[in-house]
């Protein structure tokens, strides 16, 4: 069917100067193309002990109930994130993953007579939402790559410095992806005292249950402190549930409200809502993925010291890698050796790779086939 209408031009404007995301490479399309099998997946930063067996079970058991809506008010889940982090139900807003989260707080808070802030090299997903609304984009330096501790981190006095009488809202990642880098307790409070109440500080922590080091911040902690914060978590990561979609907020209950007139009723499925209340329970399992990705992070780290490889800074479940190159012809090099990994020049970046830490023989196949692709 052919038309005259230039659908482009009848978006809003935020919208037609838009990019779609682009996700990882999935196996099945790797597999068509080059009609290999055995694909390793090492792209989007998902755990490869999978899914947790308690939100396995759980989700079995909700398949019996399919026919009916899921609860639109995501009681009983937000009860269980209230009561294991010590907070109220009115504080938690849910999502289809945290990605939703981010597009519901940018439509509840942001317009074309306002502003936000993030950083350069920072999730992808924020600028899309702030665009969407037509919010204007103040992108924040990071630290130049020559830093002598977070090279590519967040830089806050730069961030601090894009707040005008504009912007309503500032999105951090601690820790950031795609750099793995994150800021320490102090440095990010004293930020958040700076910061005018009328200003929202979104602190994104999907890959927060990662990080082993005593003295990172849990931001859950400075919501009663800071009114104008708020923490986004996701079940994607860590849980293993990337494929159900389910994220939250917390909140001051203020907040939470505003961000619930936004949020669709039913925007979190049964399946997910039955699955994430089961996996926030599983210890065993957050302690044994924890564990595998501490020993990966060491294994990438001794194979980047053996070969020479330079990464940056990382706590999450991924690393950063640079490859001294351009990296777009090595990751396409990879995918004939069956390994799929994350090229970063959309983000700026265009001599890394992003790889997902995996287990120990999954790690192994990586090292082996870049150290391949690297001497062809």
């Not at 999730?123 to 665009?131: E, H, K, N, R, S």
């Given at each position: 069917m052919q038309t005259t209408v230039d659908f482009k031009a009848l978006a809003v404007t935020g919208v037609q100067a838009l990019q779609p995301y682009q996700p990882g490479k999935p196996i099945e399309e790797l597999e068509r193309e080059l009609g290999i099998s055995n694909i390793l997946k090492l792209a989007s930063n998902e755990n490869p002990l999978g899914a947790s067996p308690k939100a396995q079970a759980a989700l079995a058991g909700a398949l019996t109930s399919l026919e009916l809506y899921p609860d639109g008010s995501g009681y009983q889940l937000k009860a269980a994130i209230a009561d294991k982090f010590g907070l109220q139900s009115s504080q938690i807003t849910l999502g289809n993953g945290s990605n939703d989260v981010l597009d519901i707080i940018a439509r509840a808070f942001l317009d074309n007579s306002r502003a936000a802030v993030f950083s350069e090299y920072a999730f992808a997903v924020y600028p899309i939402v702030i665009q969407a609304v037509g919010a204007e984009l103040q992108a924040a330096k990071a630290n130049p790559p020559s830093h002598d501790t977070m090279p590519?981190?967040?830089?806050?006095?730069?961030?601090?410095?894009?707040?005008?009488?504009?912007?309503?809202?500032?999105?951090?990642?601690?820790?950031?992806?795609?750099?793995?880098?994150?800021?320490?307790?102090?440095?990010?409070?004293?930020?958040?005292?700076?910061?005018?109440?009328?200003?929202?500080?979104?602190?994104?922590?999907a890959y927060t249950e990662y990080v082993t080091d005593p003295t990172f911040p849990n931001a859950l902690a400075w919501l009663e402190e800071f009114p104008n914060l708020i923490v986004t978590r996701t079940f994607s990561k860590i849980y293993g549930l990337a494929g159900v979609r389910v994220g939250y907020a917390a909140s001051s209950p203020a907040i939470a409200d505003m961000l619930n007139r936004v949020r669709q009723p039913f925007n979190v499925n049964s399946l997910a809502l039955a699955a994430a209340q089961a996996a926030l329970g599983d210890d065993d399992f957050l302690?044994?993925?924890?564990?595998?990705?501490?020993?990966?992070?060491?294994?990438?780290?001794?194979?980047?010291?053996?070969?020479?490889?330079?990464?940056?800074?990382?706590?999450?479940?991924?690393?950063?890698?640079?490859?001294?190159?351009?990296?777009?012809?090595?990751?396409?090099?990879?995918l004939r050796e069956g390994v799929i990994v994350r090229p970063i020049g959309g983000y700026g970046l265009p001599q890394h790779l992003r790889i997902t830490v995996g287990t120990a023989a999954q790690n192994t196949r990586c090292i082996k086939a870049l150290q391949k692709v690297l001497t062809a």
């Amino acid at each position: 069917m052919q038309t005259t209408v230039d659908f482009k031009a009848l978006a809003v404007t935020g919208v037609q100067a838009l990019q779609p995301y682009q996700p990882g490479k999935p196996i099945e399309e790797l597999e068509r193309e080059l009609g290999i099998s055995n694909i390793l997946k090492l792209a989007s930063n998902e755990n490869p002990l999978g899914a947790s067996p308690k939100a396995q079970a759980a989700l079995a058991g909700a398949l019996t109930s399919l026919e009916l809506y899921p609860d639109g008010s995501g009681y009983q889940l937000k009860a269980a994130i209230a009561d294991k982090f010590g907070l109220q139900s009115s504080q938690i807003t849910l999502g289809n993953g945290s990605n939703d989260v981010l597009d519901i707080i940018a439509r509840a808070f942001l317009d074309n007579s306002r502003a936000a802030v993030f950083s350069e090299y920072a999730f992808a997903v924020y600028p899309i939402v702030i665009q969407a609304v037509g919010a204007e984009l103040q992108a924040a330096k990071a630290n130049p790559p020559s830093h002598d501790t977070m090279p590519y981190g967040h830089n806050l006095a730069n961030l601090a410095a894009k707040v005008t009488d504009k912007t309503r809202v500032v999105f951090i990642a601690n820790p950031n992806n795609p750099t793995g880098t994150w800021l320490g307790k102090d440095e990010l409070h004293r930020f958040l005292s700076r910061v005018p109440e009328d200003v929202l500080v979104v602190i994104d922590e999907a890959y927060t249950e990662y990080v082993t080091d005593p003295t990172f911040p849990n931001a859950l902690a400075w919501l009663e402190e800071f009114p104008n914060l708020i923490v986004t978590r996701t079940f994607s990561k860590i849980y293993g549930l990337a494929g159900v979609r389910v994220g939250y907020a917390a909140s001051s209950p203020a907040i939470a409200d505003m961000l619930n007139r936004v949020r669709q009723p039913f925007n979190v499925n049964s399946l997910a809502l039955a699955a994430a209340q089961a996996a926030l329970g599983d210890d065993d399992f957050l302690e044994r993925s924890v564990a595998t990705n501490t020993a990966g992070l060491q294994q990438w780290f001794a194979a980047c010291a053996d070969n020479g490889w330079e990464y940056m800074p990382t706590v999450g479940n991924f690393i950063t890698i640079n490859m001294q190159r351009p990296a777009a012809p090595l990751y396409d090099a990879l995918l004939r050796e069956g390994v799929i990994v994350r090229p970063i020049g959309g983000y700026g970046l265009p001599q890394h790779l992003r790889i997902t830490v995996g287990t120990a023989a999954q790690n192994t196949r990586c090292i082996k086939a870049l150290q391949k692709v690297l001497t062809a």
